[in-house]
């Protein structure tokens, strides 16, 4: 029987989904990050939701930090264990034939930013968040794991930051950027 799936699935991190996983003060959106979401309804892609690494090591009462503090090998080591268990899954899909397509990542998360985190401005005095931090290039720790475990098992997809309230504050046009970069994937 034939039925109208896409065999396309977008793996989401989990805070553009629910925003109220977010640490206070950096929500846009009240519920989910809306464009974002309709373009993968639009585009007629499944979604598969990441839980949010930071609230399974933190909680949900946690402050925004940079990715220092979560760059700790026991540390790694969950996230490792938790992408497992999702490329477990991802696996599924891949050999029912389905394809996956993109990685969607928070950017500028020090967990699941893709192309750019944030790092203190200086590793030895630390400070607070947002105003002693910077955002360099590199990947968020549970992205570096995942990304190792998808590779492994031959799952290529693209991989897309979507800008967060700090980045975008510094950048207007990096939004719409990336906007536009999905639709054109899609």
């Excluded at 940079?66 to 899954?89: C, G, H, N, T």
Aim: with cysteine.
């Amino acid at each position: 029987m034939e039925d109208s799936r896409s065999g396309k699935i977008v793996v989401v991190s989990h805070c553009i989904l629910n925003v109220h996983s977010l640490e206070d003060g950096l929500a846009i959106y009240p519920g989910m990050e809306e464009d974002i979401v309709k373009i993968l309804v639009e585009k007629g892609v499944g979604i598969y939701q990441i839980p949010c690494p930071e609230t399974y090591i933190m909680g949900i009462f946690r402050q925004p930090l940079p990715k220092d503090p979560y760059d700790k090998p026991q540390i790694r080591e969950r996230f490792r264990s938790l992408a497992k268990e999702i490329v477990d899954q991802l696996r599924w899909y891949k050999k029912k034939g389905y394809s996956i397509v993109a990685v969607l990542g928070a950017e500028g998360s020090p967990t699941c930013g893709i192309n750019k985190v944030g790092r203190w401005k200086d590793p030895v005095k630390k400070g607070r968040f947002p105003d002693d931090v910077i955002f360099v290039e590199g990947m968020g720790v549970f992205m570096e794991e995942f990304k190792k475990l998808l590779e492994e098992e031959g799952i290529n997809p693209v991989w897309i930051g979507i800008p967060g309230k700090s980045l975008r504050s510094l950048d207007p046009f990096i939004f719409e950027e990336t906007l536009e970069k999905l639709r054109k994937l899609l």
